[in-house]
Nanobody
């Protein structure tokens, strides 16, 4: 059974930083593309970032470029999202996802349960 478990969310002031982690189990981690998505209240879930199988390629939403960094440690079956210069509009539930293909849509095969990130002004 595939499990993706996010952690690291919380409350932070604008301009601060957080690092999200997503631990994966039940799949051959190194063969999956990993992505981060977020869903703000009243909005649809949106792509944030993705990283290819061996960290060769990364993609970011325009809204987070230059502030967020996605990385992965295949030895630890974990993907990270380092979030700097946080803004109140970054407030959302953040989800990690896994898929065999590099993509930015919502059709990832596996999803975590989400972790709340709240940025106060």
């Amino acid at each position: 059974q595939v499990q993706l478990v996010e952690s690291g969310g919380g409350l932070v002031q604008a301009g601060g930083s957080l690092r999200l982690s997503c631990a994966a189990s039940g799949l051959t981690f190194s063969t999956y593309v990993m992505g981060w998505f977020r869903q703000a209240p009243g909005k649809e879930r949106a792509f944030v970032a993705a990283i290819s199988w061996r960290t060769v390629t990364t993609y970011y939403a325009d809204s987070v470029k230059g502030r967020f960094t996605i990385s992965r440690d295949n030895a630890k079956n974990t993907v990270y999202l380092q979030m700097n210069s946080l803004k109140p509009e970054d407030t959302a539930v953040y989800y990690c996802a896994a898929d065999p293909r590099l993509r930015s849509d919502n059709e990832y095969q596996y999803w975590g349960q989400g972790t709340q990130v709240t940025v106060s002004s």
